[in-house]
């Protein structure tokens, strides 16, 4: 689906209005559901979550800090829901076996670095992982989730979306208050320029960690070439920027609703207006893996990595964490 227009920070009309009273009922639901006691873990928890519906970058960040603890000898391994996906698990991600209808194009990503769990019931998913191995657990999305108590929460904000229209499901995109979610985390950490004045939204007290999307260097060579582009996401702009850093001529592009569900009719057409544009299809990792197979090898990926303007912050948060981790026996 598609977010309605008057989600945005300048969404206005009669339309939130009208739904504000389901919207309150949704927020009273959420309060209820994570003031619901957890299971606490023999292992550190990290939750890379959101108060908002979409894309704010919560799998990029999951990447980068699933990384550092493996830096640090820390067998960390992921878990999330899935999204997406129809496997409720508890079930370990396989990439040869599993696709994203089975378990959500996050997970694919995910489980291309570290041991991955999809699980419905965190809690589940949680004691699965632990028997597996894992050290610690870094939780892409669930900061609404009660199932499992969370050593660490931060909230994943993008710079250039914000808050939305700063309201509650449906009349906007928030899961919950702001200072509600807020108040649950360690830290903010806010993913580019802060184009919506998000730092002003946010309790003063809480920490807040910039952070900027960083193109790999696959990147380096499509500068100055003409890239027909196309993507799932929930703010297709950042893909479109992202293009337009490194150089790329964007001869066309192409949005789609996130989480869009390739087929090979759709290859089949996005290819030929490449071709009609005389210009390389590209698209984000997260799509690529909802590409049918017998396409990908026409389709170039623009990866992206997450560059912190003080990385020792990060580090600073997940220093406790690391001398928590239980030893093999």
Not at 127 to 148: C, K, S, T, Y
Not at 262 to 279: H, S, T
């Amino acid at each position: 689906m598609r977010a309605p227009d008057f989600w945005s920070g300048g969404g206005g009309g009669i339309a939130p209005l009208l739904l504000s009273p389901i919207a309150a009922i949704y927020a009273a639901a959420t309060a209820r559901r994570v003031a619901k006691p957890g299971w606490q873990a023999p292992v550190p928890v990290i939750c890379c979550g959101n108060a908002s519906a979409g894309g704010a970058g919560k799998t990029t960040v999951a990447l980068d800090i699933g990384q550092r603890l493996s830096n640090r000898g820390v067998a960390a391994h992921f878990l999330t829901r899935g999204y997406g996906g129809t496997l409720k698990g508890p079930a370990l991600v396989d990439p040869d076996k599993h696709d994203s209808k089975a378990v959500g194009d996050e997970a694919l990503l995910l489980a291309s670095i570290r041991p991955t769990w999809v699980a419905g019931d965190r809690q589940a998913g949680a004691r699965a992982a632990i028997a597996g191995g894992a050290q610690a657990l870094v939780m892409d999305d669930g900061l609404q989730n009660p199932g499992l108590v969370k050593d660490l929460s931060l909230l994943v904000v993008d710079g250039n979306y914000g808050f939305g229209n700063g309201r509650i499901i449906p009349a906007g995109p928030l899961r919950e208050p702001v200072a509600a979610a807020a108040a649950r985390c360690r830290a903010a950490v806010l993913i580019g320029k802060d184009e919506s004045n998000v730092q002003a939204q946010l309790p003063p007290n809480l920490p807040v960690l910039r952070a900027r999307l960083v193109p790999g260097p696959e990147s380096e060579v499509l500068a100055g070439q003409p890239v027909f582009a196309f993507c799932g996401i929930a703010n297709p702009r950042k893909f479109f920027n992202s293009l337009q850093e490194v150089g790329a001529v964007i001869a066309g592009r192409m949005p789609y609703a996130d989480h869009y569900p390739f087929d090979a009719g759709d290859l089949r057409e996005l290819l030929a207006e490449a071709d009609r544009l005389r210009a390389i299809p590209i698209t984000t990792a997260k799509d690529f893996v909802r590409i049918p197979p017998a396409f990908r090898s026409r389709v170039k990926v623009l990866t992206v990595r997450l560059q912190w303007e003080e990385p020792l912050a990060i580090e600073a948060l997940l220093d406790p964490l690391a001398q928590r981790v239980p030893v093999p026996a």
